[in-house]
């Protein structure tokens, strides 16, 4: 396959999967407003309903008679929120801690990367629920879990590339200039870190929805009534066999998702990939 | 009768043409040379001999190969052309050598794979192959990595490896290009000798190895055939602009340079060594007690091989690297070992450019912001009016403000590096092998400017190169250091016409005489030896064809006669006046 062809290819698949992550950002955003249904609101008389169009339950009832529309899209709006607020959290650590470390070099590095790599030992899920024990469930702390994970890997990717950036010839003419440490890491490291990060970032973005699904299905993430993918695809699949679409509409949606964001990441990888070689 | 045909060969890559219908013959056993700028074509023609263009180039034409047409071959078919029919020798032998096999296995596998030889025979043939091309010992080092040899030593294997199939024609692309000139004369020899009737199609930019390895030449223009023709006809009187172009870029030695000139002095080093530490606690002596004194508005050029220690003593004097003894001195006052103990305005009066104007410039960054950033991080940032200014000085105008570093050609980034170096005003600018990544045109434009940049504004140059021709240009004094050791110190056409030190006449002999002259490269034997374990006496007496018992047996200081020094024991009694003997 021809270079200029890969590009194209890349290009296309990057804006599909942009698309439809627009349009489940739309989606989590505008239906709660339009829909006449509020997703906190029981009936008892319409409980685990088909989709229907009647009264724009087009998604159907859960066993509280909830409308399902509302509730995915809420569902989603947290599942978003989550993603983006863990991987911002990981993105400022890591990349704060790495580029120091990398640039920094001797023993601080050590010092510093000996404590990712003890922090990396301690077994995730236990850290988590002891962290749900202690201080009982809240959103603030999914995020410090999860962003807790994800910034060792993102620290670990920066450093490396820094060590290798910090030894490049337009890091050293400024250093001759007199340029300080904080100048060359946020005039020359940083900046040219940006590629690898962002790629990085859309990686890691999946992987916190998915832990965070995770945690919902196993009763440590979001609490009823807020709620999010993982916790409705974890309540539908209590009715797997009388009532599908409740574990259907939000597990293909959380499915959908996560393919937009690995393409997305994949063809960024690959576009980058391309800049570098030329 | 012609061996290999090639008739209207075009290659493309996407819209761009870079190959544009070639047409060029070889007989057996002839060497035609292929010369051109970077970007001339000339390598994309010589991959497309062997089927190598990437899969996206698009190749079309005829090449015939005894009578074979090649163009448009089947992968199996040209897999049973390469090595035993047509052979390849890369520029880069590190790259071209798989670093996980034994030399021997490489070797060996060109003849299993096409069924040439096997078991016993193949270790015997790869043994005697590697012994017909210099590589010492051969029977051990069959055995050896590709990362234990020399540079010299893998183009060797590379030679080997190339030759051992027996192929009717060898195509080399810039094969000495990455090496020092004493071992490209060793390599060029070696090649003359061991190809016998095997074609040659050398591939260069370099004229005067073409000059004497060549019997025909071909040069390439922006993807055409300029010119072509007897060697001697062509660069004896040229007929294609583009020829002429890269004739006058060829920087002369025996053409003499700017005179040495009477200054005070500015920045010296005094009895400067720098040490690394190497595996098992033992320690490499890069220099050794470098004396070095740089005077206001002058050129002092240090020479010599890579692992000289030419680059180290300059980063030494800049203070990228700690030296372990000895002191520099800039106008009268002892500076700090390290950079950041240094004050400010000192720093910026020392600057540097260097050898790859690409890698030295941010590429995040745009041309205006590269330029100024000296300045901004002075905390004086520099106006746009200045900026403009310091783009004009090296030949830039305003369009290249917003470019960033990829959108530059070399020629134009090496300018933007420069512009950088000297907006802040230094008093001495440091060039480590500044224009040795530039083609023959763009280097001669380079130099004029430093050298105009000099006249106008008084600025003293350290120029580290180890192109003997393009010093002899622009250097008003000379050093040449050997191991970590200046062994002569002397006005630049002085050392050029009258060299003192035996090392220095042999790299001047090494040098290729320039095209359209007669004469061979001289090959001084051996190679230089591991700074782990440098030689007892003299450094360079393992190497030296005056060598006496005494210089066994003491290393001679550097003495000094007149505006000149030398570290030989015999300087007086030696005339090296005369080369190429």
């Known amino acids: ?278 | 009768m012609t061996l290999l045909s090639v008739r209207g060969l075009t290659v493309r890559h996407g819209n761009a043409v870079v190959v544009d219908g070639v047409d060029f013959d070889v007989a057996p056993g002839e060497a035609l040379g292929i010369v051109g700028e970077s970007g001339s074509g000339k390598t994309q023609t010589a991959l497309a001999l062997l089927g190598l263009t990437p899969g996206s180039a698009d190749v079309s034409g005829s090449i015939r190969l005894d009578g074979q047409e090649l163009v448009g071959a089947t992968e199996p078919v040209l897999d049973a052309v390469r090595a035993t029919r047509i052979a390849m020798v890369f520029q880069d032998p590190l790259q071209a050598l798989n670093p996980y096999l034994r030399i021997g296995a490489q070797l060996g596998h060109v003849l299993e794979a096409h069924g040439l030889s096997t078991g016993r025979e193949t270790g015997e043939r790869v043994v005697a192959m590697l012994d017909a091309v210099g590589l010492p010992d051969p029977a051990r080092q069959v055995l050896a990595w590709p990362h234990e040899l020399s540079g010299g030593m893998r183009q060797r294997v590379m030679i080997a490896a190339a030759l051992i199939a027996e192929p009717a024609i060898l195509v080399a692309d810039e094969p000495t290009t990455a090496l020092d000139v004493t071992v490209q004369a060793q390599i060029l020899a070696l090649l003359d000798r061991l190809r016998r009737d095997t074609a040659l199609l050398l591939i260069t930019h370099d004229l005067g190895v073409v000059a004497g390895q060549c019997e025909r030449v071909l040069v390439m223009d922006r993807g055409r055939v300029a010119e072509t023709g007897a060697t001697r006809d062509v660069f004896g009187a040229p007929s294609a602009n583009a020829t002429r172009a890269l004739l006058d870029a060829v920087p002369r030695l025996d053409a003499p340079g700017p005179a040495a000139r009477d200054a005070p002095g500015l920045l010296a080093a005094e009895g400067l060594s720098v040490r690394y530490r190497a595996r098992r606690g033992k320690a490499l002596a890069a220099v050794k007690s470098a004396d070095l004194e740089l005077k206001e508005g002058e050129t002092l050029a240090i020479v010599g091989e890579s692992g000289s220690g030419k680059s180290t003593l300059a980063r030494a004097i800049l203070g990228l690297v700690s030296p372990a003894a000895g002191t520099v001195v800039y106008a009268g006052q002892a500076l700090a070992r390290d950079l950041v103990d240094r004050a400010g305005t000192t720093r910026r009066d020392l600057q540097l450019v260097f050898q790859d104007p690409a890698a030295s410039l941010d590429p995040q960054m745009r041309v205006s912001s590269i330029v100024g950033e000296p300045r901004a991080i002075a905390g004086n940032p520099a106006t746009a009016g200045e900026i403009t200014a310091a783009l004009a000085d090296v030949g830039l105008d305003t369009t290249f403000l917003d470019r960033y570093a990829h959108q530059l050609s070399g020629g134009q980034a090496q300018r933007v590096a420069i512009a950088r170096a000297l907006i802040a005003r230094p008093t001495v600018l440091v060039c480590d092998e500044a224009v040795a990544a530039l083609d023959g045109t763009v280097r001669t434009t380079v130099l004029a400017l430093l050298r105009e940049i000099q006249a106008r504004t008084g600025l003293a140059i350290l120029f580290i190169a180890h192109d003997l021709a393009v010093v002899r240009q622009i250097a008003h004094r000379v050093a040449v250091m050997y191991l970590g050791e200046i062994v002569e110190l002397a006005p630049g056409n002085e050392l050029f016409e009258r060299p003192r030190h035996p090392y220095t006449r042999a790299l001047l002999d090494a040098v290729p005489p320039p095209p359209g002259e007669a004469g061979r490269p001289a090959v001084l034997p051996g190679e230089v030896p591991s700074p782990l374990s440098p030689p007892p006496g003299c450094v360079f007496h393992p190497r030296c064809r005056y060598a006496e018992d005494g210089c066994r047996a003491e290393a001679p200081a550097r003495r000094a006669a007149g505006n000149s020094s030398v570290a030989c024991r015999r300087a007086e009694e030696l005339d090296l006046a005369r080369g190429r003997a």
């Open chain 1, 1 to 278: 396959m021809s270079a200029p062809a890969a590009t194209r290819e890349s290009r296309r698949r990057l804006s599909w999967s942009a698309a439809g992550l627009v349009l489940i950002a739309v989606f989590a955003i505008a239906v709660p407003f339009a829909s006449p249904n509020e997703g906190r609101t029981t009936n008892f008389d319409r409980i685990l309903e088909a989709p229907t169009s009647e009264n724009m339950h087009w998604f159907g009832t859960d066993d509280l008679g909830r409308d399902l529309l509302v509730r995915t899209a809420e569902g989603a709006q947290v599942t978003l929120i989550v993603a983006l607020v863990a991987s911002l959290v990981s993105l400022v650590i890591g990349v704060g801690y790495g580029a120091i470390a990398g640039y920094a070099g001797g023993r601080t590095d050590s010092v510093m990367m000996r404590v990712v790599d003890t922090l990396y030992a301690m077994p995730f899920i236990f850290f988590v629920i002891l962290l749900m024990v202690v201080f009982e469930r809240n959103f603030f702390l999914m995020f410090v879990a999860i962003g807790a994970i994800n910034w060792l890997d993102m620290a670990r990717i920066v450093r490396g590339q820094t060590i290798a950036l910090r030894e490049r010839e337009f890091v050293l003419a400024a250093r001759l200039n007199g340029a300080s440490g904080t100048w060359i890491l946020a005039r020359h490291i940083v900046p040219n870190l940006a590629g690898i990060v962002v790629v990085y970032l859309t990686l890691t973005i999946p992987q916190a929805i998915l832990v965070e699904s995770f945690l919902s299905f196993l009763g440590l993430g979001v609490q009823e009534p807020e709620t999010s993918l993982g916790t409705l695809v974890s309540a539908g699949a209590d009715h797997l066999e009388s009532a599908s679409w409740l574990l259907l509409i939000p597990g293909g949606l959380l499915a959908f998702l996560l393919l937009c964001f690995n393409f997305a990441g994949d063809r960024l990888r690959d576009t980058f990939d391309v800049r570098e070689s030329r």
